[in-house]
């Protein structure tokens, strides 16, 4: 019958270790302590307003700013490449986004848009390795496995004359 306490008493205290965001987190203001995250650039944040009003052109600079300050920024490689494919110039792109893909394999985003890059050249057997790569990347289907799945099925349909655009 001393079993069931020490079973009970052990239940409830990870439960409350769980809760408190596991050993070693601080509950100092409800919020667990963790290591902090790679500090926001404020041009990669000025950047990213730039794409979202369709500012290409003015993220560019902006973007290289970034990854020359930090040649490891996957993200900010990744938005640099979109940028510039959206600009208008896809095979520029295309090495930026391989330099993401060199740093983190697994960037979904980096291998949707050098997808569409791709299809932008008429390469649609690189666009549909990248499609391969993020079906098995997700899991779940993900948005940008169906996004490049998208523009890979409209490119065949229409035999190489539907391409993603550039926004120029």
């Keep these: 019958m001393q079993t069931r306490p020490r079973v009970l008493i052990c239940g409830l205290l990870t439960l409350t270790l769980l809760a408190a965001g596991g050993p070693g987190a601080s509950m100092a203001n409800d919020t667990p302590t963790m290591a902090p995250s790679r500090a926001e650039d ?9 794409i ?4 290409y052109a003015a993220a560019i600079p902006l973007l290289e700013g970034v990854v020359q300050r930090d040649a490891t920024n996957a993200d900010a490689q990744n938005m640099l490449g979109y ?15 391989q330099k993401a893909l060199a740093i983190d394999p697994k960037h979904r985003g980096a291998h949707e848009y050098i997808g569409e890059a791709y299809l932008m050249l008429d390469d649609i057997s690189k666009a549909k390795e990248h499609l391969k790569a993020l079906d098995k990347l997700c ?30």
């Design 83 to 97: 940028a510039i494919r959206k600009n208008g110039d896809p095979a520029k792109a295309i090495p930026i986004y």
């Design 42 to 50: 404020p041009d990669y944040g000025a950047a990213t307003r730039a």
């Design 139 to 168: 899991f779940l289907p993900c948005s940008e496995y169906r996004d490049l799945k998208k523009e890979v099925e409209a490119y065949e349909k229409s035999g190489g004359k539907v391409k993603p655009q550039a926004s120029r």
């Design 52 to 55: 979202k009003s369709g500012s």
